[in-house]
């Protein structure tokens, strides 16, 4: 259980940081950095694809035992 909540609470970390990441990219299209923005918003969606898929996994493998 311990190991369930310490995980719980990276994820959510982690997902708070795409979110201030999210914000920089806006900053930067705003700021016409629309080269750097866009890049950085690909690899915030690799990375937020990839903890969706970790986390179908997850409850996959919780589900069959």
């Known amino acids: 259980?311990?190991?369930e909540?310490?995980?719980a609470r990276y994820r959510k970390a982690a997902h708070s940081?795409?979110?201030q990441i999210d914000w920089c990219v806006e900053y930067l299209r705003?700021?016409?950095k629309?080269?750097?923005s866009r890049q950085l918003a690909?690899?915030?969606t690799a990375i937020r694809r990839r903890m969706d898929e970790q986390a179908g996994?997850?409850?996959t493998r919780?589900?069959?035992g």
Do not use: S
Request: glycine content about 0%; aromatic content about 0%.
């Open 30 to 32: 705003r700021i016409r």
């Open 57 to 59: 996994d997850r409850v």
């Open 34 to 36: 629309t080269t750097i």
């Open 1 to 3: 259980m311990a190991l």
């Open 17 to 19: 940081a795409l979110d």
């Open 42 to 44: 690909r690899n915030t």
């Open 5 to 7: 909540d310490e995980a």
């Open 62 to 64: 919780d589900r069959t």
